[in-house]
């Protein structure tokens, strides 16, 4: 059973900079929600009951928005705008969140690390904000429900455009059901020489608390980060590590373009903005703008 989820969130953001410079890129909202809480709310609606967020130097919006905002909330209530104010206050009730600071973005294995302590000795999820994943099932609960089943390490992957395989860690694969694979090999950002297949691991994991011992192991790799790849690498070698090819759609919301494609389709799907929105795009385009 896991009861657990690990956030890491101290990354630089260099992808959107400036804007990150100032603001975290978890905070970066999808119209009126930042990334970050999509992937609490995913967490949750999992049945996750403990989430660990990994901070680092200037991450406090992250912790500001999730807190109470007693003036904000005193505001709304007096100009009578309760629909907002139960909105706000559902953001600060979603569930208890424990921040932990990562001093240096060392890499996200080194994140991970981080909620050693908190996470203990039992198996844990781990949920990047550069992806938002829209699906039936959240795409952690159908990893958590495999691990259920299987008992092993177990992460989502997808197939990847072969320009894309350098930014991803990517498995060599073997089919033992339909969409599951057990892990034969990982490379982290490999080149397209290198790279044993074109499928990737997107940023959903459940992991055996053994993770830990192989992280501290870890050599620095790619970008000189210590790479929860090749911890997970490492991990291969004592027990078996499963791959779920997930059933959903996923946003990259950590790279320029999958970002603005999350937006508008987000838009598209909301009933107070979807009308408006594909009347300008089509108007957009047909202009070929
Ligand atoms: P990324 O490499 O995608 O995030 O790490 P980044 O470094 O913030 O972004 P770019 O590539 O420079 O634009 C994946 C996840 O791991 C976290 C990031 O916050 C992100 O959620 N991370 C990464 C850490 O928490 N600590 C690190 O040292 C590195």
Same mark, same amino acid.
């Given at each position: 059973?896991?009861?657990?989820?690990?956030?890491?969130?101290? /990354?630089?953001?260099?992808?959107?900079?400036?804007?990150?410079? @100032?603001?975290?890129?978890?905070?970066?909202?999808? $119209?009126?929600?930042?990334?970050?809480?999509?992937?609490?709310?995913?967490?949750?609606? @999992?049945?996750?009951?403990?989430?660990?967020?990994?901070?680092? *130097?200037?991450?406090? !919006?992250? #912790?500001?928005?999730?807190?109470?905002?007693?003036?904000?909330?005193?505001?709304?209530?007096?100009?009578?705008?309760?629909?907002?104010?139960?909105?706000?206050?559902?953001?600060? @009730? &979603? =569930?208890?969140?424990?921040?932990? *600071?990562?001093?240096?973005?060392?890499?996200?294995?080194?994140? =991970?690390?981080?909620?050693?302590?908190?996470?203990?000795?039992?198996?844990?999820?781990? &949920?990047?904000?550069?992806?938002?994943?829209?699906?039936?099932?959240?795409?952690?609960?159908?990893?958590?429900?495999?691990?259920?089943?299987?008992?092993?390490? $177990? $992460? !989502?992957? #997808? #197939?990847?455009?072969?320009?894309? $395989?350098?930014?991803? /860690?990517?498995?060599?694969?073997?089919?033992?059901?339909?969409?599951? +694979?057990?892990?034969?090999?990982?490379?982290?950002?490999?080149?397209?020489?290198?790279?044993?297949?074109?499928?990737?691991?997107?940023? *959903? +994991?459940?992991?055996?608390?053994?993770?830990?011992?192989?992280?501290?192991?870890?050599?620095?790799?790619?970008?000189?980060?210590?790479?929860?790849?090749? !911890?997970?690498?490492?991990?291969?070698?004592?027990?078996?590590?499963?791959?779920?090819?997930?059933?959903?759609? *996923?946003?990259?919301?950590?790279?320029?373009? /999958?970002? =603005? %494609?999350?937006?508008?389709?987000?838009a598209l799907w909301r009933d107070d903005l979807k009308d408006d929105?594909?009347? +300008?795009?089509?108007? @957009? =385009?047909? %202009?070929?703008?």
């Open positions: 059973m896991i009861r657990k989820a690990v956030i890491p969130a101290a /990354g630089l953001g260099t992808r959107f900079l400036p804007a990150t410079k @100032s603001m975290p890129k978890e905070m970066l909202p999808i $119209i009126d929600r930042p990334i970050i809480q999509f992937v609490i709310e995913e967490a949750i609606i @999992s049945g996750i009951e403990d989430i660990i967020i990994i901070t680092g *130097r200037g991450k406090r !919006a992250i #912790e500001d928005y999730f807190d109470d905002s007693p003036e904000l909330e005193n505001h709304l209530f007096q100009s009578e705008k309760y629909e907002l104010l139960r909105e706000v206050k559902d953001v600060s @009730s &979603l =569930v208890d969140l424990h921040y932990i *600071r990562q001093k240096e973005p060392k890499g996200l294995g080194d994140a =991970v690390l981080k909620a050693e302590k908190h996470v203990g000795d039992e198996p844990f999820a781990v &949920l990047l904000g550069d992806d938002i994943i829209k699906s039936e099932v959240p795409c952690i609960k159908q990893l958590m429900n495999l691990f259920d089943k299987y008992n092993k390490s $177990i $992460i !989502a992957v #997808e #197939e990847v455009a072969k320009e894309k $395989i350098s930014d991803y /860690g990517i498995i060599k694969e073997k089919e033992i059901e339909d969409s599951i +694979y057990l892990i034969e090999d990982i490379i982290e950002k490999p080149s397209l020489d290198e790279a044993p297949s074109n499928v990737g691991t997107i940023g *959903r +994991y459940v992991l055996t608390p053994e993770i830990f011992d192989c992280i501290k192991e870890t050599p620095q790799g790619k970008g000189n980060e210590i790479q929860l790849t090749d !911890a997970i690498k490492m991990l291969m070698e004592k027990e078996d590590i499963y791959a779920y090819a997930f059933k959903g759609e *996923r946003y990259d919301a950590g790279d320029k373009f /999958g970002y =603005v %494609k999350a937006i508008v389709d987000f929105v594909r009347r +300008y795009l089509e108007e @957009s =385009v047909s %202009k070929g703008q």
